[in-house]
């Protein structure tokens, strides 16, 4: 042979074995059929995509691998190679050896020989198992998403990065008005307008670095109301963690707003109301101050006259007066007094509901102590045993004045209450008990009957004859008047025979220290 034939035939011979080479060695399935569909030629790709080796399919009809119902679409196919078309895709799928599916695209072109007449087909097909998977998981998640979005009462939507809308829900459809079909795959200025748009970019850049910002909007509803919208977007991450797109999520507000709305209304009436009806208070306190102040002037004028008068008779006509003319003007005198006492208590009853009330930090020790001094004459003469056990650590948040005036009535009723006793003994007290400081007065006098232990504090109630324990009924209602103005309470403790303890109960002040 010469050698340009040699040389020829070996250049032929390897470029046969390249082709051969890459046909074999390709992943795709690279086929031929004739005229009657017939396989002519297949790879050894078959052999993955069939699990058949190409002799066992070569000479057998193409359609004879298609689903029944499919066998159709597949003569279609050879009817137009047939007639000449130049080339196609056809997707279907195949039934493999082992009886599975397989899903394959085809692309095929006509082949023809050197005279141009038809011989049949020849091209590739591709396992298209994973892109069917892929499709078939968008599809599911595509539903799930629409059936969950579909159950929320707002709109939702889902964008890339790009800001093209890639899905809305029926309730976009809804409250926008806008066909599905006219936003996917436009973009949000597109769809939303671009001044609308410039109000909430900075929350779309927050949200496409990853944040979940959160603003309020409004739209106009098919009235011409106005609906109020909480609106979250929400990153979409994938399994990076990487920020894909993000979801505008939308809840309807309109019926809160009108609530705050009221709320606001209401409250603004309710202040208008507070402060006309504070100064119908002020003046009427002040009416009330007023009256009080006159009556009482009013009422004690006539008592010092007779008190004065009286008096006078007693001394500068005592020798005209027998004894029981003494006595009447002592009455006069002594019901003189009553009745100036009462008036003094029911002033000080009043002054309480007036007296603007100081929440401070007050030591009862000191207040205690500033009050005994009163009674001094009557512990000395009397031989009262005073036991003070207000220990000077503990303080209670209380207002000064109030406390005072509750303490000084105990105290006296304790004096009061132990004139007839042999041997007086009164104790005050005071332990901390949890959150509150308990004050006490005690005292070893006649004690009361306990079912009167509530009514005692009502005022003008007395347990015991005037003749035996002069008093005007006042001090202990004054006493729990004060209390329930500090936010404290009072009662009572008591035995017939068995003296009395009348207890106190006010906050602790953050300074005290519990006792153990």
Known sequence: MPTGEYLSAEALRRSELTYRTLVESSRDLIWSVDLNGRWSFLNGAARTIYGYDPAEMIGRSFVEFELPEQARIGQEMFERIQSGAVNFVHETFHVRKDGALVPLRFNAVVLRDEQGRIQGATGTAQD??????????????????????????GPVSHLDRNLRYLFVNDQYERVYCKKRSSVIGRTMPEVLGVDFFKNIEPDIHRVLDGGRPI??????TLVGGVAHWLVSLV???????????????????TERKHAEEAVRQLNTDLEKRVKERTLQLARKNKELETFTYAVAH???APLRGMDGYSRLLLEDYADKLDGEGRTFLANI???TWQMNQLIDDLLDYSKLERHTIEHIEVSPAQVVGGLISIWANDVDTRGIALQVKVPPEIRVMADAHGLAMALRNLIDNAIKFTRQTPHPLIEIGGRVEGSAIVLWVRDNGPGFDPKFGERIFEIFQRLHRAEEYPGTGVGLAIVRKAMERMGGRAWAESQLGAGATFFLELPIAAGSTPLV
């Open 298 to 300: 009013d009422l004690k």
């Open 128 to 153: 298209i198992t994973e892109r069917k998977e892929t499709e078939a998981a968008l599809y599911d998640r595509e539903r799930e998403l629409r059936l969950i979005t579909n159950s929320l009462p």
């Open 333 to 335: 005198r002594h019901s």
């Open 235 to 253: 990153p979409d991450l994938d399994a990076d963690r990487a920020v894909t797109g993000f979801f505008v999520i939308s809840l309807e507000i």
């Open 215 to 220: 603003f309020e909007s409004q739209t106009r």
